[in-house]
């Protein structure tokens, strides 16, 4: 059987908060500061992050915000990653503790001990409307276990993953067991090897009540390329979206002949949208993804790649609410445990919980 945990499958789930009445779309309560926003660039022990240094300066909460003092590139081969604005991770996180030994891996994290991990039980679809379009299902048990499926648009193909997956500040971390696509990264082009599982992600995402948006490569979907964003603002610009977004995707693994496991490549995805216009709800800006492959050494940056981030606000004046990014990219906002978040939000560029796939209907 294909679904190692079918009969296990969670039909019935609580949104997190009401529908926001203007948009149709809600967005959790915030978490009274309990939660930190952290990308996991803290150096603990759940992963060798290189050697860089970190300052840090406080948001909201125990929110924290770090810049990068100092990274160990190659000569000319990062010099253009100067400063790297990071969240960094709250020291009194639970999922510190552990759940049982993962061989040649720090322990994974608890599953279940906070309202983020609760939040993501159930199963998400994209695209979330009725279409003749490939469906990719992510489903999450109550007991951290995942399976991430991909139909093709006539469901005769399928690909599949699975594992375990826990929170971690505002990323989503999957111990993969199962990967039967290739590697949301391009690792045997760039450094020339492969990594088979067991690897973890670190994916960026955002829940807003029932949607799903993830930071990640395009290619961490495989029948198509995922389109979607999810962005946390660190720096408040003042007035409506302004203001500096980011977020975060790595992949982890144990090359051979290394002891432990190494970030093998991060992506960081930055959203720089400009004070709006005067008496406006709409500004310029530009959308940015640097690449940095830290194994092996010496670091490698890829060509940086650009977007446009002009950006309209469409509900003036709410914390929640819908935005237009580069003319027409429809986006949700507002804030969830704790920190302000963007995210895509259309069917073809987010999750819904609650859909299945056309292929099992």
Same mark, same amino acid.
């Given at each position: 059987?294909?679904?190692?945990?079918?009969?296990?499958?969670?039909?019935?789930?609580?949104?997190?908060?009401?529908?926001?009445? !203007?948009?149709?779309?809600?967005?959790?309560?915030?978490?009274?500061?309990?939660?930190?926003?952290?990308?996991?660039? *803290?150096?603990?022990?759940?992963?060798?992050?290189? *050697?860089?240094?970190?300052?840090?300066?406080?948001?909201?909460?125990?929110?924290?915000?770090?810049?990068?003092?100092?990274?160990?590139?190659?000569?000319?081969?990062?010099?253009?990653?100067?400063?790297?604005?990071?969240?960094?991770?709250? +020291?009194?996180?639970?999922?510190?503790?552990?759940?049982? %030994?993962? %061989?040649?891996?720090?322990?994974? @994290?608890? &599953?279940?001990?906070?309202?983020?991990?609760? *939040?993501? =039980?159930?199963?998400?679809?994209? %695209?979330? #409307?009725?279409?003749?379009?490939?469906?990719?299902?992510?489903?999450?048990?109550? *007991?951290? /276990?995942?399976?991430?499926?991909?139909?093709?648009?006539?469901?005769?193909?399928?690909?599949?993953?699975?594992?375990?997956?826990?929170?971690?500040?505002?990323?989503?971390?999957?111990?993969?067991?199962?990967?039967?696509?290739?590697?949301?990264?391009?690792?045997?082009?760039?450094?020339?090897?492969?990594?088979?599982?067991? &690897?973890?992600?670190? $994916?960026?995402?955002?829940?807003?009540?029932?949607?799903?948006? &993830?930071?990640?490569?395009?290619?961490?979907?495989?029948?198509?390329?995922?389109? @979607?964003?999810?962005? =946390?603002?660190?720096?408040? @610009?003042?007035?409506?979206?302004?203001?500096?977004?980011?977020?975060?995707? #790595?992949?982890?693994?144990?090359? #051979?002949?290394?002891?432990?496991? =190494?970030?093998?490549?991060?992506?960081?995805?930055?959203?720089?949208?400009?004070?709006? /216009?005067?008496?406006?709800?709409?500004?310029?800006?530009?959308?940015?993804?640097?690449?940095?492959?830290?194994?092996?050494?010496?670091?490698?940056?890829? %060509?940086?790649?650009?977007?446009?981030?002009?950006?309209?606000?469409?509900?003036?004046?709410?914390?929640?609410? !819908?935005?237009?990014?580069?003319?027409?990219?429809?986006?949700?906002?507002?804030?969830?445990?704790?920190?302000?978040?963007?995210?895509?939000? +259309?069917? #073809?560029?987010? /999750?819904? $919980? @609650? =859909?299945? !796939?056309?292929?099992?209907?």
């Amino acid at each position: 059987m294909r679904f190692a945990r079918e009969s296990a499958r969670v039909c019935g789930w609580a949104l997190s908060a009401a529908l926001v009445a !203007s948009t149709g779309m809600g967005c959790n309560d915030e978490v009274g500061g309990a939660t930190s926003a952290t990308d996991g660039t *803290d150096g603990q022990d759940d992963d060798d992050r290189g *050697d860089e240094t970190f300052s840090s300066v406080t948001l909201t909460g125990s929110t924290s915000v770090g810049t990068t003092e100092s990274t160990t590139c190659a000569s000319g081969t990062c010099t253009d990653v100067t400063t790297d604005p990071t969240m960094t991770s709250d +020291t009194s996180d639970s999922d510190t503790e552990t759940t049982g %030994p993962v %061989p040649g891996w720090p322990d994974p @994290g608890v &599953f279940g001990d906070d309202v983020q991990e609760q *939040d993501l =039980v159930g199963t998400w679809t994209m %695209p979330w #409307e009725p279409s003749d379009h490939w469906d990719s299902t992510l489903y999450v048990y109550p *007991d951290g /276990f995942f399976e991430w499926v991909e139909w093709s648009a006539d469901c005769s193909a399928l690909s599949y993953a699975g594992g375990t997956l826990w929170v971690e500040g505002t990323q989503i971390v999957m111990h993969v067991e199962v990967w039967e696509r290739p590697l949301p990264w391009a690792t045997e082009e760039v450094i020339g090897q492969s990594f088979p599982p067991p &690897f973890r992600l670190r $994916l960026g995402y955002t829940v807003l009540g029932e949607y799903l948006a &993830f930071a990640a490569p395009p290619a961490v979907t495989q029948t198509a390329p995922y389109p @979607g964003r999810s962005y =946390v603002q660190i720096e408040d @610009g003042g007035d409506a979206l302004a203001g500096l977004w980011v977020a975060e995707a #790595e992949l982890l693994a144990i090359p #051979e002949g290394e002891p432990s496991p =190494v970030v093998v490549v991060r992506d960081r995805y930055e959203a720089h949208l400009d004070p709006p /216009f005067p008496d406006t709800a709409q500004g310029t800006g530009v959308r940015a993804r640097v690449q940095i492959y830290y194994w092996p050494e010496p670091p490698v940056m890829t %060509p940086a790649i650009y977007e446009g981030g002009n950006w309209q606000d469409l509900n003036p004046g709410q914390s929640a609410g !819908s935005a237009l990014v580069n003319g027409s990219e429809v986006h949700a906002y507002g804030p969830s445990y704790g920190v302000s978040q963007l995210m895509s939000w +259309t069917s #073809e560029t987010s /999750f819904r $919980l @609650g =859909v299945a !796939s056309d292929c099992e209907r």
